[in-house]
């Protein structure tokens, strides 16, 4: 049975903090289950709270800085006051970006492990899941291996991965393009290996070009039927994510959950 859909709203960051609850709504018309949070642009987490429950709209997963620091105590506030408004658990806390220049070296990689396992202690200890989400910097090659597979090694068993399949597939093109070598990158095989640390996938489309647009899902070179039937079975949401757009963002954001529930590749509210 495939997944259920989702869309983070960092694609559409500039309807949110114009208009929030229209823009929500919109979501939920369109046919979406969930949402991924990037802040409360916009609105704060007492009315975001209220406005997902009565949209029924899921709260996947929050992507935040992580509880460490001075980032700390206004970070866990925030999600308090969220988990109190909607009385339930907590949402996922991901991680969405390290410095790509750690990602360079070995024990680069263990400074970025490090910090997401100490994050992770605090988070368990309030009952709630630590993942990070990776963009290309994740898969370069040090010491033979992709940095993701020293990320597994090094991090705790229970900090999980949001794979971003689209900078799996970005993150290999560059490899070959750059060094020749004949290593490739299939996000298919990526997901496949992870298996059951992969909960959520970031779904997107386009070029494969780190400064190019993207497109709707379904209109790049992204082979996303093999991504699916790799996550067969482990992946809890299919997250539809667009970082910028080279036509309108709310027309992909629609051709996107089309294009995935027409293919029969995750379920939405209008199958």
């Known amino acids: 049975m495939p997944a259920p859909i989702a869309l983070q709203l960092?694609?559409?960051?500039?309807?949110?903090?114009?208009?929030?609850?229209?823009?929500?709504?919109?979501?939920?018309?369109?046919?979406?289950?969930?949402?991924?949070?990037?802040g409360f642009s916009g609105t704060t987490p007492e009315a975001a709270a209220h406005l997902f429950r009565h949209l029924d709209l899921k709260v996947v997963a929050a992507h935040a800085p992580l509880p460490l620091g001075k980032e700390q105590k206004p970070l866990l506030d925030s999600l308090r006051n969220y988990c109190s408004a909607v009385a339930t658990a907590c949402p996922r806390l991901v991680c969405p970006w390290q410095p790509p220049e750690l990602f360079q070296t070995v024990e680069g990689i263990r400074q970025v492990c490090r910090q997401l396992n100490a994050a992770n202690s605090e988070l368990l200890f309030r009952g709630m899941a630590l993942g990070y989400h990776n963009h290309w910097a994740e898969f370069t090659l040090v010491d033979g291996r992709p940095a993701y597979e020293w990320m597994a090694e090094f991090l705790e068993a229970d900090v999980f991965f949001e794979v971003d399949t689209y900078w799996v597939k970005t993150a290999g093109s560059?490899?070959?393009?750059?060094?020749?070598?004949?290593?490739r990158l299939d996000p298919a095989e990526v997901v496949r290996k992870l298996g059951e640390r992969a909960p959520l996938l970031h779904i997107k489309d386009g070029p494969c070009l780190r400064d190019a647009p993207m497109t709707a899902v379904g209109q790049g070179v992204m082979d996303i039927p093999a991504i699916v039937a790799a996550a067969e079975g482990r992946t809890e949401w299919m997250i539809v994510e667009l970082d910028s757009c080279a036509t309108d963002m709310w027309k992909a954001v629609e051709e996107s959950y089309r294009y995935l529930i027409e293919k029969g590749l995750a379920y939405g509210r209008k199958n």
């Open 174 to 183: 560059e490899l070959l393009f750059r060094s020749g070598l004949l290593f």
């Open 10 to 38: 960092y694609t559409i960051r500039d309807a949110t903090a114009k208009d929030f609850a229209a823009s929500l709504q919109r979501v939920a018309d369109i046919g979406y289950l969930g949402v991924e949070l990037a």
